[in-house]
Structure formats: structure tokens, C-alpha cells
């Protein structure tokens, strides 16, 4: 081996070791940050400091929570039950065929008109692609308003059902008076779970199936709190007060970690919109400008990278958001 491809090879040796030890080293510092900044989240919400009564009944909320959820929920739901669900969870009372027919029709309707009004398929496939995320996104966002109100009302629906436990009245009195008092969405599943209980269906049973049912964790937590106290026993009052005291702590951390995450999200709102309303406004403004990504390869790769990029983008904004607890 000559001297020069010895002197090429410990020159390529020591360039990859000073390469992998900057990285080795940002690795770490990025690291280092970034547990600083954990703990710097953890301290405002309150998460690492001493443990008291309430954090650990939130850890073992979590703890039961995560052991029950493989007996509470039911198999896994084929896609018609998924968007059934989420018909529930945002509180509307038209059947899901109808919503989804109205969303189809109307994406088919915008894709035609676009396609007429421009003559490119890629704005009509963008067009209707908008209309599908801003008809998730107003999905998800009745979703929100429903779950909160069924937050709430869970919390005075235990309230009262621990009242009439203590007054003397049954389980089921207690279930029966919360349908009484308590409205829509919470009211009726009570009814429901009294009139299944009317018919000869055990009790547990049916809170089983009525919990299977719904995406709430709360409320499987619950479930699965009565089902346990039936089976082995004791003060079911004071259960009803411990559910509530839980869901009101979660309640208050849930707001306080929408306050801490609420800039990332709307970041991430304005980087979205913004590139999407530039490409309308310039294929409305100046369409000849716009035309190369349409007509040449490069451009439609070039318009496939951008959707991606946006996408991933929104993903990992999304991921940075979101705190688990």
C-alpha cells in the first residue's frame, strides 16, 4: 500500500471520527435541552412536585385507567363503527350515511366547479381535499365542545348520585334520579343503562356495554370503578365523591396544558394556511406563472413534495403539542 493511500485513509478516519463526535455532541446538547425543558413543563404543571392526595389518586386514575381499558373497550371496530363514534362524540343526530353522502357530494361539487373554472385536475384535487380537512377539522372541534360538556356533566351526575346514595336510595334509584336531573348527552345514557337494568340485564353488565360504547376515558373509569365495587364491596357514595374529585383534577390540568400548547397550535394554524392560500391566489392571479407545475414532470413532483412537506410539517407540530400525563 503506497504512502499517499495510507495518508487517504487516516485523513477519511480522522474526518469521520471529528464528523461523529459534533454529532455525538449536538445529540447530547439537544438532549440536554430538551430535558430541561421537560422538567421546566412538568414544574408549571405542577407534575414533579411532592406528591400529595390528589396527584397520586391521578396516578393511579392513570394506572387503573391503562389496566381497564383492554376490559373495557370491545374488539376492534370496523371503519362504518369508528365513524358511528365519532358521530356520537360530536353530538349529532343525523345518521352517518347522510353526512357522509352530504361531504362527498359536496367535495365532487367543488372538484367540478374548479376543474371548469380552471381546467387543471390537480387544483380540482386540491380544492377537494381542503374541503375534507376543514369539514375534520369543524368535526373535531364539535368533538372537543361535546367531550367537554360530558366532562362536566359527569362530574355533577356523580355529585348527585352520591347525594342519593347517601339519602338511602338504590344504585339504581341514584341512576335513575341522574337521568332525571341531568341533560343531554349524559342524561339518556343513564336512562339507558336503567332501562336495560328493567329488562333482566345485570347492572354491570350494561355500564359495560353502555362505557364500551363511548370514547370518554372518564367514563370508563367510572365503569370500571362500579363494576369493581359491586363485585368486591363498599361505600359506593364515597366512590362517587373520588370519581368526581379525579375528573375535576383532570379537568383543571387539561386547561392548563391547552394554555402552555396554545401557541404551537396556532404556529402551526398559520404556517399551514399560508403556502395553501398563496397557491390559490397565484393560480387566481397569474395562472400562466402557475402553469409549469400542472404540464411538467419536475412541477407536479415539485407540488407532491409540498403536500408532504405540509403534512409532515403539521404532523410533527401536532406531535410537539401534544403533553401526555
Not at 367543488?110 to 381542503?130: P, S
Not at 367514563?219 to 374529585?245: E, P, W, Y
Request: hydrophobic share 50%.
Amino acid at each position: 500500500m503506497s504512502p499517499e493511500r495510507v495518508v487517504n485513509i487516516v485523513v477519511m478516519a480522522a474526518v469521520f471520527g471529528l464528523v461523529f463526535s459534533v454529532w455525538c455532541i449536538c445529540v447530547l446538547l439537544w438532549l440536554g435541552r430538551y430535558l430541561a425543558r421537560l422538567q421546566i413543563v412538568q414544574r408549571r404543571l405542577g407534575v414533579v412536585a411532592k406528591e400529595t392526595d390528589e396527584s397520586r389518586t391521578l396516578r393511579l386514575w392513570r394506572e387503573a385507567y391503562i389496566h381497564a381499558e383492554s376490559v373495557i373497550l370491545p374488539k376492534k371496530a370496523v371503519l362504518r363503527e369508528r365513524l358511528e363514534r365519532l358521530r356520537q362524540d360530536a353530538g349529532w343526530d343525523t345518521p352517518i350515511e347522510t353526512v357522509m353522502v352530504g361531504v362527498i357530494g359536496i367535495a365532487g361539487l367543488a372538484f367540478v366547479v374548479m376543474y371548469l373554472l380552471t381546467g387543471t385536475i390537480l387544483l380540482g384535487l386540491g380544492t377537494t381535499a381542503a374541503i375534507v380537512v376543514l369539514f375534520w377539522t369543524y368535526m373535531r372541534r364539535h368533538i372537543s365542545k361535546h367531550t367537554a360538556l360530558f366532562e362536566r356533566q359527569l362530574v355533577d351526575a356523580l355529585s348527585v348520585a352520591a347525594r342519593a346514595l347517601r339519602a338511602g336510595h338504590p344504585l339504581v334509584g341514584a341512576f335513575q334520579l341522574v337521568s332525571g336531573e341531568i341533560a343531554e348527552p349524559l342524561g339518556p345514557i343513564f336512562s339507558q343503562i336503567c332501562q336495560e337494568q328493567a329488562l333482566g340485564l345485570d347492572l354491570k353488565d350494561s355500564i359495560r356495554k353502555v362505557a364500551g360504547k363511548t370514547n370518554n376515558a372518564e367514563f370508563r373509569l367510572f365503569a370500571t370503578a362500579v363494576a369493581i365495587q359491586l363485585k368486591s364491596g363498599g361505600n359506593l357514595a364515597d366512590l362517587m365523591d373520588s370519581l368526581a374529585s379525579v375528573i375535576r383534577a383532570r379537568m383543571r390540568l387539561n386547561r392548563r396544558v391547552r394554555i402552555l400548547t396554545a401557541q404551537t397550535q396556532f404556529s402551526k394554524k398559520i404556517l399551514i394556511v399560508i403556502p395553501i392560500l398563496l397557491f390559490f391566489l397565484m393560480n387566481l392571479i397569474n395562472p400562466e406563472y402557475m402553469e409549469p407545475f400542472y404540464i411538467t414532470f419536475a412541477g407536479r413532483l415539485m407540488l407532491v413534495g409540498a403536500i408532504l412537506c405540509i403534512l409532515f410539517g403539521s404532523w410533527v407540530m401536532s406531535r410537539i403539542s401534544k403533553l401526555r400525563f
